[in-house]
């Protein structure tokens, strides 16, 4: 592919993060000089350097390798706003005139110069996004895509379309992230939508700011394109394009004969062709089939047959972090989930207790952020009380610094059960060893994943107490 740019070297500072790191790869496999900064390694940057690129984790000028700063205008200086505006390397990059873009800037770029659908919502978008990759991939589409989390099918974030002379016949598949207004610089020529639920708001100040960041998102939306919503949002009035509304039930797509069998949600799809039947998704959960009601709607439109359709959503294997199940035998069940708002979580352990009716479910939640615990407490409270027992753990503060008189504890007074825990995160696994666990869910947007494995561990012991 022929991309005219200056650049002949990209650092990212901040390259360890999901979506940064898939877009460092895509350089790197495009023949750019690639390296970058991030905090602490991860899995995450393990990959990128057993992949040729050099990750620092010092922030000092003499980590960056020497041949990025010889001339500021052959580098371009990527960074993520989660990066602290005093941050070393970020100011002499500054300072000295670099060219620096945020990752949604040079998500943009790329993005304009391919047929990109862009994926956008307040939930579902990572999942959305993997399964419309998968369906074109399965489906032998020459497709790129940038995800929000590491695919099961494929093992990462980032999928490299084959390599060809004629950029129009790529598909791109991105996620379309309202935070700090990223998705403003994209201009697709299909959207999802999947939801505008007040978030973020230490951004947007009130959920109004918000919805109008989505209708300017749509309004970019190509005048020949589709807009794929969700039923009932407030959208179609902000778009030239053409919109296909859907939703689990209603809707110009839904579905039919919608039952559990074996702890997996089988389904029957109307589209405005027809209806397409047999479909069997192996990731739990309604809201599953909703976000992939919106993928088959995309697929159907860009000309994938109602076999390759089926194909692609009965061989999807999910999202990591995103209703993954890390054991499931007939003694226990462990699923860990990305949620972090009150309306994933509630949609998440509705499906749970669907999928496990007559068991008993024992919830750990790691709030995210001061300001998100401070507006939703509420709601949070209400989701997590879906469950029979709550482990609450203390905010993961992520980039903000703590809020006077915010702690889990306003969640946790309002949490209507009375098996409820207020714990520390080092307390977990000690405590856990104490309970009896039938069903066990680990909820939450921060480090909570690192137990992941310990308590998988734990669970696989048999009971000694």
């Known amino acids: 592919m022929n991309f005219s740019t200056p650049w002949k070297y990209v650092y990212f500072v901040g390259i360890g993060g999901i979506g940064m ?40 000028l003499n980590s960056i390798p020497t041949d990025f700063l010889k001339d500021s205008l052959l580098t371009l200086v990527v960074y993520t706003p989660a990066i602290p505006a005093d941050h070393r390397q970020l100011v002499y990059f500054r300072e000295t005139k670099f060219e620096i873009q945020k990752r949604s800037q040079v998500l943009g770029w790329l993005t304009n110069t391919l047929k990109t659908v862009a994926v956008a919502g307040t939930h579902g978008k ?18 790129t895509a940038f995800l929000g989390g590491i695919t ?81 949002l407030e959208l179609k009035d902000s778009t030239s394009a053409n919109v296909v509304e859907y939703s689990l039930h209603e809707g110009d797509v839904h579905c039919t004969n919608l039952q559990i069998k074996d702890a997996r949600f089988m389904f029957d799809v109307v589209h405005p062709e027809g209806e397409i039947s047999g479909f069997s998704l192996s990731v739990p959960g309604f809201h599953n089939v909703e976000n992939a009601l919106a993928a088959i709607a995309v697929a159907l439109y860009v000309g994938l047959s109602p076999e390759q359709i089926r194909a692609g959503i009965n061989t999807y294997k999910g999202v990591q972090r995103r209703f993954e199940y890390i054991i499931e035998s007939e003694t226990a069940v462990f699923i860990d989930d990305y949620a972090h708002h009150p309306t994933e979580i509630e949609a998440f352990l509705s499906s749970v207790r669907a999928l496990y009716p007559t068991r008993h479910i024992t919830a750990v939640f790691q709030p995210h952020l001061f300001s998100r615990t401070r507006d939703f407490a509420e709601g949070f409270a209400n989701s997590l009380s879906l469950a029979d027992r709550l482990l609450l753990l203390d905010i993961y503060p992520a980039r903000e610094l703590p809020i006077p008189g915010v702690t889990s504890r306003i969640i946790f007074d309002k949490v209507k059960l009375e098996d409820k825990t207020q714990i520390s995160a080092d307390q977990l696994i000690s405590v856990l060893k104490m309970k009896e666990i039938d069903v066990l869910v680990t909820i939450g947007a921060g480090d909570i994943s690192k137990y992941v494995g310990y308590i998988k561990e734990m669970l696989q012991v048999p009971f000694a107490n």
């Open 152 to 232: 099961q099918n494929y093992g990462t974030n980032f999928l490299l379309n084959d390599p060809t002379e004629n950029v129009e016949e790529i598909l791109c598949v991105v996620e379309a992230d309202e935070f700090d207004r990223s998705f403003l610089t994209l201009f697709p020529s299909v959207a999802i939508v999947t939801s505008t639920d007040a978030d973020h708001l230490d951004i947007y100040g009130e959920h109004e700011s918000l919805m109008e960041s989505f209708r300017s998102f749509v309004s970019q939306i190509r005048s020949d394109g589709m807009l794929f919503m969700r039923k009932g």
């Open 126 to 143: 990572t999942t959305t996004s993997s399964m419309v990759a998968h369906l074109f991939r399965a489906a032998g589409q020459n497709c």
């Open 21 to 60: 790191s898939a877009l460092a790869r895509w350089f790197h496999v495009n023949g750019f000089l690639v390296a970058g900064y991030d905090r602490t390694p991860t899995p995450l940057t393990d990959t990128l350097q057993a992949e040729g690129i050099q990750v620092c984790f010092d922030d000092n």
